[in-house]
């Protein structure tokens, strides 16, 4: 007898969420199609290319022959210079032989989770947050604690609420600054006071820091400018956002030394590594040339930060706070008397204008939208247009 869809499915899937960015975007692909013009503001990638110098590294290797397996951690040469360029930037030596590569961050941020998490164990995470960490820690069989990032705290944490929720089964913070969806960042001093608790609780810490770069007042403090935490510190990061090279799959961790060769079988499991050529070319990521299109791509972003933030805090009812990181706007709307669902849905539907609703996020995102504003001015001036008349009606 055949068995029926539901058992044929893993217990662990059951009630696992994607990325809505990407059913979303299905959604308004397919307006598009029946001729309807929308603004896409749900997925989160830069709308710039790739800086030239890393997609010519990226041809000439490919033509050299870089189409051969790499070393399930990833090439020495990249290991070596993130290494250095995070020993660089903070106070702590950083062991290349720490690092690991891997075919995007979020991969990263699995077997990270998918090495170190129990069944039954708990992990506390930020909520509003990038899914995949709610999604890697429930495949692990465990149990995914939230707590919540207040708006009247620029999105950080109640470090007195994070404090309460640390139980005997807890074994795991993450953090993510700054954030997606939020755009909060945590300070230096957050950042100590939950390596202290960490420290207390013998606790690890996932510090997913993929918008370091993108920021738009002091350079955002990291978790390794904390001293004496690298032996329970877990950072990813990669090309994905700064260098706008989502597409490539290319993101990299920092994992305590004792835990390295769990990671590594991990991926020697999953992936086997990651593609030889992106890492090549990535080495070029780190040149005066390729620093200057990051710089004038944030410069960008935060002129459509200041338009995009001031023209939603000009209409009735809907207030949003000028993120200090990532692309994203996350204004709150619950004035607007509609779930952030129905609104994301009626905005597409109604107005043309694709984004996504807060609860996309965690239930904490009630109330509240989540806006890339990684597109052109002109495209953000049309949307705000669209966003005034269609709240104009509700
Ligand atoms: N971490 C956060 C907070 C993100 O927002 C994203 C992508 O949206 C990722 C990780 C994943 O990055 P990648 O595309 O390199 O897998």
Redesign the pocket.
């Given at each position: 007898m055949k068995l029926d869809t539901k058992s044929r499915i893993a217990k662990r899937m059951r009630g696992i969420r994607g990325e809505a960015a990407f059913e979303m975007l299905g959604r308004a692909n397919e307006l598009e199609r029946q001729g309807r013009n929308i603004i896409h503001l749900e997925i989160?990638e830069p709308d710039f290319d790739t800086p030239e110098a890393i997609v010519r590294a990226g041809i000439n290797w490919l033509q050299k022959g870089a189409t051969h397996y790499s070393p399930v951690p990833g090439i020495w040469e990249l290991r070596t210079e993130i290494a250095q360029r995070l020993s660089s930037r903070h106070p702590q030596k950083i062991d290349p032989r720490c690092v690991l590569i891997t075919p995007?961050?979020?991969?990263m941020?699995f077997a990270i989770i998918q090495s170190v998490v129990d069944p039954g164990d708990e992990v506390i995470c930020p909520d509003p947050s990038?899914p995949?960490y709610e999604a890697a820690i429930r495949m692990a069989g465990a149990t995914p604690v939230q707590v919540r990032l207040e708006e009247s705290k620029e999105f950080r944490f109640d470090l007195n609420e994070l404090s309460r929720r640390i139980t005997s089964r807890t074994k795991m913070i993450v953090l993510?600054s700054p954030q997606?969806p939020t755009g909060g960042v945590l300070n230096l001093d957050d950042l100590r006071k939950i390596a202290d608790l960490a420290r207390k609780h013998d606790l690890l810490i996932l510090s997913?820091e993929?918008?370091s770069e993108i920021y738009y007042g002091n350079p955002p403090a990291s978790i390794l400018d904390v001293p004496d935490v690298l032996d329970r510190v877990f950072v990813?990061n990669?090309f994905?956002?700064i260098y706008a090279m989502?597409g490539w799959?290319?993101?990299y961790g920092v994992v305590p030394a004792d835990t390295f060769s769990s990671v590594e079988l991990f991926l020697n499991n999953s992936v086997s590594s990651t593609a030889t050529f992106t890492q090549r070319a990535a080495l070029e990521a780190f040149t005066p040339e390729t620093e200057k299109a990051t710089q004038n791509m944030v410069a960008e972003f935060r002129k459509r930060r200041d338009v995009f933030a001031d023209g939603l805090n000009g209409i009735s009812g809907v207030h949003c706070l000028k993120p200090l990181g990532a692309f994203y706007l996350f204004p709150n709307i619950s004035r607007l008397g509609l779930p952030s669902e129905e609104f994301a849905n009626r905005l597409l539907n109604d107005a043309g204008v694709a984004v996504l609703p807060g609860t996309a996020f965690g239930d904490y995102g009630e109330g509240y939208l989540r806006l890339s504003f990684a597109n052109s001015l002109t495209n953000i001036e049309t949307a705000l247009e669209r966003i005034r008349n269609f709240v104009s009606g509700v």
């Open positions: 989160g995007g961050a979020k991969m941020i990038y995949a993510n997606n997913d993929i918008y990813v990669g994905s956002k989502t799959r290319l993101g």
